[in-house]
């Protein structure tokens, strides 16, 4: 019998691409909640389980995988049915593959990262570093030409690829810069797009507006126009465009 425990943070986005994958899969599992600000991934058995104490981390029987990429591309090697939603092809693959490490690169560590650390570890007034969104109008506009003609973001068929990205790309349209429809349709219509998946409130869109929130409350009063609409989003339920 298949035994599979999910640790993470609700307000994580590597964490929800790895809930919104066990949702595609039909996947029964467990998710314990991690308190991260009390520290409780440092415990001495989840160190043990995973040296690195990032999350999410997936507990399958006696295995411990970590790494949101890492856990979707395992998840479904190991329990689909067949290869849709992680093709064996090697250049449909490599296409899926190229997306995940621009989520990881570019979108998580070079987007979402740097802003979270300006407003919640650098200074006890934070302004949103305008430098920063920059760099992720240009991480839209890479996300537009991916997408091209095609409904997702590796071709014609939803992939992990579309899991990992929306996860994060969600995120930061709550929380720091709106994905305009009129600058960005083709992105702008894949979040919509996804927004429509079985579960998808629950699985990632209610972390991401705990985040949204925890951001509101450290942004500056005279946040402009652009913040506020996009936490008006928020409360009336807009936010998925």
Same mark, same amino acid.
């Given at each position: 019998?298949?035994?599979?425990?999910?640790? $993470?943070?609700?307000?994580?986005?590597?964490?929800?691409?790895?809930?919104?994958?066990?949702?595609?899969?039909?996947?029964?599992?467990?998710?314990?909640?991690?308190?991260? =600000?009390? $520290?409780?991934?440092?415990?001495?058995? +989840? +160190?043990?389980?995973?040296? =690195?104490?990032?999350?999410?981390?997936?507990? %399958?029987?006696?295995?411990?995988?970590?790494?949101?990429?890492?856990?979707? $591309?395992?998840?479904?090697?190991?329990?689909?049915?067949? %290869?849709?939603?992680?093709?064996?092809?090697?250049?449909?693959?490599?296409?899926? %593959?190229?997306?995940?490490?621009?989520?990881?690169g570019v979108l998580f560590h070079g987007c979402f990262k740097p802003l979270q650390r300006a407003l919640f570890k650098e200074n006890d007034a934070p302004e949103v570093p305008k430098d920063r969104i920059a760099d992720l109008h240009e991480a839209y506009a890479h996300l537009e030409r991916f997408l091209g003609e095609n409904p997702y973001l590796a071709g014609g068929q939803l992939t992990i690829a579309d899991f990992s990205v929306v996860a994060t790309v969600s995120t930061l349209h709550l929380s720091y810069c709106p994905v305009e429809g009129a600058k960005y349709p083709k992105l702008s219509a894949w979040l919509a797009r996804l927004s429509t998946l079985p579960h998808y409130d629950e699985d990632n869109l209610r972390g991401a507006r705990l985040l949204a929130e925890r951001v509101r409350a450290k942004l500056p009063k005279q946040f402009d126009k652009l913040w506020q609409k996009a936490f008006e989003d928020i409360k009336s339920g807009a936010g998925k465009q």
């Open positions: 019998m298949v035994h599979l425990v999910l640790y $993470g943070t609700e307000t994580s986005p590597p964490v929800r691409a790895v809930l919104l994958t066990l949702r595609a899969l039909q996947l029964e599992h467990e998710f314990r909640r991690l308190d991260m =600000q009390a $520290g409780e991934h440092l415990e001495p058995e +989840l +160190l043990r389980k995973n040296p =690195q104490h990032t999350v999410p981390m997936l507990e %399958d029987g006696e295995a411990c995988i970590w790494d949101s990429h890492a856990i979707i $591309g395992y998840l479904v090697n190991k329990y689909a049915q067949d %290869d849709a939603l992680y093709p064996k092809e090697p250049l449909q693959r490599a296409v899926v %593959d190229q997306r995940l490490h621009f989520e990881t």
